[in-house]
């Protein structure tokens, strides 16, 4: 008979100890939680979608006014640049239609007169004369056209 008081005295030392000093028992299964609460994470995405949504229409410039309507202002009609093909047979096109070399030149100078940051941009033919191609640069230049660019075909570099 004494053996049965003694072991529940045993027991109930062992649970007061540990329960005196605020200390828990762990049981040995109880492992730390891994896994990423994401409730907080989608609460805050949220709350940043809301603002965005409400700021962005602020950003937008949404005075209106009406603008006043002028004869001399208009949105730049007057081409950035000039295109000058020189056939192999010497031939002159601007743009797509023919043209002498006095009616280019013509044309040439109301382009530099509308615009005087006009471009010319000059395609020629691997075989056309290169008297011919410094010929329609000097009548570009005598027109007042002094920005020139050369158009050609991008060519695979060659490997060593």
Known sequence: MSAAPRSASTSGRNAAEGAGF?????S???????????TPLIDVMLVLLVIFIITAPLLVSSVRVDLPKAAGTSASQTPKFIVVTITPAGEIFVGDTPQTAEAMAG?????AKANPDAELRLRADTTVPYGRVVEVMGLAQKA???H?????DAKAAARP
């Open 148 to 152: 020139i660019g050369f158009i050609a």
């Open 107 to 111: 044309l040439m100078e109301q382009t």
């Open 144 to 146: 007042g056209l002094n």
């Open 28 to 38: 040995s299964s109880a492992a730390p939680m891994s896994d990423i609460n994401m």
């Open 22 to 26: 605020g200390r828990l028992e762990r």
